[in-house]
Nanobody
């Protein structure tokens, strides 16, 4: 299984980025997908998750600003991040879990991470 994340970078506060994660080696329609992030000196946190059936989870800190979506035909999950703040600076990881439902922990698969830096 491979999860290849991309789309990170440097952006000013208030700006937007879209992260992408291409999955291979798994049956995408049977896997819940998520995005975690880890800021320097902080614990890793789940930012957003999406089940194959369309259920969605967002952390309170990103509700109304981030949107997770998945294209099951392309085996790809996206994280659209708008109104970015300096506190969103972190390494963002794409994750997958073998379940048809929504997963908020105990993910099975992890990508390599993509770095997001938001300047003030």
């Amino acid at each position: 299984v491979q999860l290849q994340a991309s789309g990170g970078g440097l952006v000013q506060a208030g700006g937007s980025l879209r992260l992408s994660c291409a999955a291979s080696g798994l049956t995408f329609g049977t896997v819940a997908m998520g995005w975690y992030r880890q800021a320097p000196g902080k614990e890793r946190e789940l930012v957003a998750a999406a089940s194959s059936g369309g259920s969605i989870y967002y952390a309170d800190s990103v509700k109304g600003r981030f949107t997770i979506s998945r294209d099951n035909a392309k085996n790809t999950v996206y994280l659209q991040m708008n109104s970015l703040k300096p506190v969103d600076t972190a390494v963002y990881y794409c994750t997958g879990k073998k379940t048809y439902g929504l997963a908020t922990r105990n993910y099975d698969y992890w990508g390599q991470g993509t770095e997001v830096t938001v300047s003030s």
